[in-house]
């Protein structure tokens, strides 16, 4: 009988102790909106989930646990199960210390309203589920004050890679982390009529969206910081951790192909001229209602790892876009947005190995298969080989761009409270041309109609050391940081197949001696035929590049809490680099806490920024249409003997002092942010205009080159305000962004060059083009149930730019407003379906046909493509 109670008792209490039971409820805000992507997990174990679209959550736990809710921007709470199966959370604002690290402050005591700085958090998550932007410049584009990016066209090799800014400053300018370390650079360089020419910029839309918990924005000078390139701010993507959870989407949408305007009878793409994107040869096509059908299909889940918390977070991403063509002129019948078919794997994990230790990596691939129109070669012209194509031909420049990234390391923390964190990143961007729908007319009937035309890449490898401590009993308050970082970069130009850039003589033999060999002529015109791939003329030998550079940085970040109202912080940075030397930076900010409500912050800095290896080694010859004229010019480097010759100097880093004073207000449903900032920017790097360059006897009539050209001061406002309120009917929500920007062109440093073929009106409007004077977005979104809608409304500015044949091209103010309508058809499934610009909004129409793209538009922030509507499908498991 004794053994019988002995066995009942254990058994009685193993089934307590292993019991599971099933523990639901919503986690809403205080004025009751739900919230998604909340983190519930059961303490001491990776057990957990995350809320869905509506805040819910479901999470299977033994008896007498209890459940951890966490969330950036919320106060963390943890709760008993005992005796309960439904537990609904209210999440108060303010952040849990030492729950996160935001940008902008190496002190885990710090959040968004309190940071001396302005930072922006943007919930990925959420914003994805209620908007049909597919990329990331595209999301921020529409969210951030004061940051612009741009859809190309006719631009070469940015047709496929979008150049994007903050605060008006170069695509350079703007630091890109992700979980706090450095990202790599593109390897492209904008040359042509783009925003940012003569930058090198990171390609934000290598990182897929469905892999990003939260984008974080600096907006404040913060080289002192972080290094080169922050003179505009920072921008940290922080990839998701959640587990047990199956995210996924997929989604379609289409652009309205019918665009506004008055255009003559015949116009390229208008009715009954519409270019044939899958044949070559300027072959027609249907009439289309729509075009640029887009399908994204994402996928998103985490697995736990070991019984402290340790994670393995992965993500899948397709993407498949194709063509948008709009009305152009006859010698721009391909005018649109390039198509893409692209493929992401992203993957985010930490494994913890003691209680205060951690290693953890991530990383991913980025795949992109992209085509583009160039300019159209009409005849006659001895660009084209009749026999070929009869008609003409508008050659199709396609690029395969790959982005390979690994960022591995281990956290740890000290008996003494020192944090720990050693790390080693690298990143490559490998951008591979290839040209088809082309020719080589010097290989006349013999030419091939496609060429491998090399391409470039970057490499970048940056190993990082950095310690931090919190001494809560100096004063209020002291964060220490301090590190040390050593990275190292490779630019690459390879060349492509011989026929992408040879000039062959009449019996098929590349040119090496023009005095004793014959080029063909064209039969009709009686002109010489052009040697190399139309479209885009590859690189070759001569262009081959293969430079290195290093350098080493030493920093002591600091925030000390004079008072509990008081705050003030000082950075500073030293860095040497290996090809230019080295630069001392610093940084003072301040916060003062007038009363609960209201904060006021300031900031004072200096920074600088590294000319890139591409801006001092890239070149190339290529063909430049102005204004529908041919042109052959030569882009030569900056170390090239040409550039010397043209009285072109080395070039150096930039500098710049910024500045900024702003407050902070939250009053119940009510939040306001409103921040100054001035930016001095001193020998900014951009490309020339076109120099005379037919006396060189290289068979070239312009060069154009890098140089320290200007230097430019902005001044301007971000103001973001923020307002939700749970009613009987629903929760109502409304914020309001906005950026007022103002540069101007303080000095041109053309030294004894001409000023306007150095930097003439042209060039600058290129340059204001990119800090438009304001831009607002007004978002006001509704939920209800299982229902939710929103629309958002943006002002875009006039924009005014500079002609070929030196007019100007003015573009009016527009409006445009996106409309979403969302449904939960339950637990596992939400469908939304919406529109971008979903009354049809085109920029000004430019009649001259003198536009830098060759179409009626140029590439202007507000874009040229019209309506998008589409629909998404969003799972949850």
Known sequence: MKKLYTLTFLLISFTTLFAQKQVKGIVTDKSGTPIAGVNVIQKNSSNGTSTDFDGNYSLSVPENSVIVFSYIGFTTQEISVTGKTVIDITLLEGLQLDEVQLVGSRSFKRTVTD??????????????????????????????????????????GADHIDPASLRGLGPDQTLVLINGKRRHSSSLINVFGTRGRGNTGTDLNAIPAAAIKRIEILRDGAAAQYGSDAIAGVINLVLNDNINEFNGSISYGAYNTDARGNFPDGTPNTDRNRL?????????????????GSVKITGNYGIAIGEQGGFANFTTEYISKNKTLRPGFDFRRGFGEASIEGFNFFGNLAVPVSDKTEIYAFGGRNYRDTDAFAFTRNNPTSRNVVSIYPNGFTPRITSIITDNSISAGFRTETNTGWKIDFNHTYGKNDFHYFIKGTLNASLEESSPTDFDA???????????????????????????????????????????????????DTNGKAVTDPANQTIPTDPITGDPRPGGSQGFPGFSPANEVDRNRSNISFYVDTELDLTDNLLVGVAARFENYSDFGSTFNGKFATRWKVTDNINLRGSVSSGFRAPSLA??????????????????????????????????????????????????????????????????????????????????????????????????????????????????????????SGNINNMTIKEVKNRNLDEETFFGRREKAFLLASAPENKFNMNVAYTKNKFDASIGGTRF?????????DNEDVYDPRFTFDLNFGYKINNNFKLSIGGNNIFNEYPTQQNDGESEAGGYWDSVQMGFSGAFYYSRLNVTF
Do not use: C, M
């Not at 030569?636 to 009285?647: I, L």
């Open 115 to 156: 940071s001396p700085v302005p930072v922006d958090v943007i919930n990925v998550k959420e914003i994805s589920t209620q908007s049909g932007r597919l990329e990331v410049n595209e999301i921020l584009q529409y969210l951030a004050p004061s940051f612009n990016a741009n859809k190309q066209s006719g631009s070469d």
């Open 276 to 292: 044939d994107t899958s044949k070559d040869g300027n072959k027609l096509d249907n009439d289309r209602d729509f075009d640029g």
């Open 454 to 504: 090399g391409g470039h890449n970057l490499t970048q490898q940056t190993t990082g050391l950095d310690f931090s401590k919190y001494f809560e009993n100096i004063l209020g308050g002291l964060n220490v940081a301090f590190g040390a970082e050593y990275r190292t970069e490779n630019f690459v130009i390879f060349s492509g197949e011989e026929g992408s850039y040879a000039t062959f």
């Open 615 to 736: 801006q001092i080694y890239y070149n190339l010859r290529f063909t430049d249409f102005q204004g529908g004229v041919a042109t052959e010019i030569l882009l030569s480097s900056n170390n090239s003997p040409v550039t010397k010759a043209f009285g072109i100097g080395d070039l150096k880093e930039e500098t710049s002092v910024n500045a900024s004073l702003g407050f902070t207000a939250s009053f119940g449903d009510f939040n306001a942010t409103i921040d100054g900032y001035f930016i001095n920017v001193n020998d900014r790097i951009v490309l020339t205009g076109n120099f005379d360059a037919s006396n060189l006897g290289i068979n070239v009539a312009e060069a154009q080159f890098f140089a320290n050209a200007a230097n430019t001061e902005t001044v301007g406002l971000d103001l973001v305000f923020s307002w939700k309120k749970a009613f009987d009917f629903g929760t109502l929500s409304s914020t309001l």
């Open 797 to 805: 500015s006039e924009i005014i730019l500079i002609d070929f044949a």
